[in-house]
């Protein structure tokens, strides 16, 4: 009986294979799914983590992109009860409907080409999910935990601290994968709020001003936000319109977000 062909990783999908086992070990020790705990994988590849997460006795839906893994994912693990595959596009599941009340806990290795776009589509599901674990580009890693005043400040992060608790775990080297990457890798814990610490009155007011602000980081926010806000009353908000949109923390910008709906009413 001839053996399958290896699964080659695709570029297109941005497939890099991890293969370190202490690597796989410490991912599945931050998670700690528990027994009877819903888990979804986002790009589970071969089942590098899979494996690990499913001997936790948690019950672990994936979803993968590649029908060409699929019948690899369920010749090694079709066979277990906890366990259930979903072959299509993270970016158009419908987490919530797969939740159906529960809260889910988010793994996985993202594709680095469209981890911003998969994480911003996460966010709108935060109500249905505990938390998730991504390893992701290290340069995305410092995006989603950079502070005001840091060069990788900007819309992503913001997002993500309005929703979550962003923390930073620990770096992954390219030699860990097959294919090794050019890019240092890291994982990332988002633990979704109950109640945002700083409510703005709509949401997508906040993700417009942002979007305006950091158009052009490198101008003052009186430039940035003209046709959205005046000066005037950028200073009635005891924020200073000469600064650079790097300089505001959440809260200001939620203050902004909140002064350009009052406004509009």
Partial sequence: MLSPTPHKARKRFGQNFLHDQGIIRHIVRSVSPLENQRVLEIGPGQGAITESILATGCQLDVIELDRD??????????????????????????????AAGEKLRVV???????????????????????????????????????????????????????YCEVESLFDVPPEAFTPRPKVQSAIVRLTPYEKPPCPANNVETLQMVLRSAFNQRRKTLRNTLKGV?????????????????????????????????????
């Fill in 229 to 265: 806000i005046d000066s005037e009353a950028i200073a009635g908000l005891s924020i200073d319109p000469s600064v650079r949109p790097e300089q505001l923390g959440l809260a200001e910008y939620v203050a902004i977000a909140n002064a350009v709906d009052n406004s509009s009413e």
């Fill in 69 to 98: 893994l699929i019948p690899i994912l369920e010749g090694k693990f079709g066979a277990e009860h906890n366990f259930r595959i979903h072959q299509g596009d993270a970016l158009k599941f419908d987490i919530t409907g797969l």
């Fill in 108 to 162: 996985g290795n993202l594709p680095y080409n469209i981890s911003t776009p998969l994480i911003f589509h996460l966010l709108t599901a935060h109500d249905c999910i505990a938390d998730m674990h991504f390893m992701l580009q290290k340069e995305v890693v410092d995006r989603l935990a950079a502070q005001p005043g840091s060069k990788t400040y900007g819309r992503l992060g913001i997002m993500a601290q309005y």
